[in-house]
Nanobody, 120 residues
Framework: QVQLVESGGGFVQPGGSLRPSCAAS????????MSWFRQAPGKERELVATITSTGGNTIRADSMKGRFTISRDNDKNTVYLEMNSLKPEDTAVYHCNAKRSMWGKTYEYWGQGTQVTVSS
């Protein structure tokens, strides 16, 4: 069974940094587009960042540009989200997502999430 396991969340003060990671198993990781989403209490899940199978990456929201960086290590089947200058509004559960489309069929998987709390 496919597994995406996030880790590296935690509690940090405003201005601090965290680097959650997501380890994938039982997929051909290098062929998947990987993304990070987040969901804050009472809010809808939102896309944070995406990195394609070939390494092209985007940070979705202007509020995160310059602070967040997504990267991947295909040898370790892992995707990372470097988060700097964290703000209280970044508090959320961060989920990773693996997706690819092939021959008209879409394969998509989610991790269980890792909690990030930014507070003084």
């Amino acid at each position: 069974q496919v597994q995406l396991v996030e880790s590296g969340g935690g509690f940090v003060q405003p201005g601090g940094s965290l680097r959650p990671s997501c380890a994938a198993s039982r997929i051909t990781f290098s062929t998947y587009t990987m993304s990070w989403f987040r969901q804050a209490p009472g809010k809808e899940r939102e896309l944070v960042a995406t990195i394609t199978s070939t390494g092209g990456n985007t940070i979705r929201a202007d509020s995160m540009k310059g602070r967040f960086t997504i990267s991947r290590d295909n040898d370790k089947n892992t995707v990372y989200l470097e988060m700097n200058s964290l703000k209280p509004e970044d508090t959320a559960v961060y989920h990773c997502n693996a997706k690819r489309s092939m021959w008209g069929k879409t394969y998509e998987y989610w991790g269980q999430g890792t909690q990030v709390t930014v507070s003084s």
